[in-house]
């Protein structure tokens, strides 16, 4: 019986896409996302308003990307479509609230934004919890 040569990749792949999601999750969430929940006061008096839409409407889709977003990616929940708030949040940092930053002052955004835009394309990887038709993880 034939192997085929890609049945060993898989899970060095999966282990990989593993590893992408995990620490680019926790770097999001510990760096941005904690902190704004934290000190959220704090964060509404500071945050930039790039579009006029008010401080709460500028928060709120921060920490929904920033927490809520890398908590399912890190699952392997909904991925890819975890991927597309926090995507879209960091494109407006990088390309409105500062786009007057060098890009070495900007490269923990663009590495971010490399990281979840993979993740976007590739999807979790098998190593991910799995949920039932019936709602109960499988």
């Given at each position: 019986?034939?192997?085929?040569?890609?049945?060993?990749?898989?899970?060095?792949?999966?282990?990989?896409?593993?590893?992408?999601?995990?620490?680019?999750?926790?770097?999001?969430?510990?760096?941005?996302?904690?902190?704004?929940?934290?000190?959220f006061?704090?964060?509404l008096?500071?945050?930039?308003?790039?579009?006029g839409?008010?401080?709460?409407?500028?928060?709120l889709?921060?920490?929904?990307?920033?927490?809520?977003?890398p908590?399912?990616?890190?699952?392997?929940?909904?991925?890819?479509?975890?991927?597309i708030?926090?995507?879209?949040?960091?494109?407006v940092?990088?390309?409105?609230?500062?786009?007057?930053?060098?890009?070495?002052?900007?490269?923990?955004?663009?590495?971010?934004?490399?990281?979840?835009?993979?993740?976007?394309?590739?999807?979790?990887?098998?190593?991910?919890?799995?949920?039932?038709?019936?709602?109960?993880?499988?």
């Amino acid at each position: 019986m034939k192997t085929s040569p890609f049945s060993a990749i898989s899970p060095r792949v999966d282990a990989g896409l593993f590893f992408l999601r995990l620490t680019g999750s926790l770097l999001l969430l510990y760096v941005h996302g904690l902190p704004k929940v934290l000190h959220f006061s704090n964060e509404l008096a500071h945050i930039e308003d790039p579009f006029g839409f008010g401080p709460w409407m500028s928060l709120l889709p921060a920490i929904f990307a920033e927490v809520v977003c890398p908590l399912l990616i890190i699952a392997g929940v909904a991925t890819r479509l975890a991927c597309i708030p926090i995507i879209v949040v960091l494109l407006v940092a990088m390309l409105v609230v500062h786009a007057d930053w060098s890009l070495a002052e900007g490269q923990f955004g663009w590495l971010l934004l490399i990281i979840f835009t993979t993740l976007l394309l590739t999807g979790p990887g098998n190593w991910r919890l799995r949920v039932a038709a019936k709602g109960a993880l499988a």
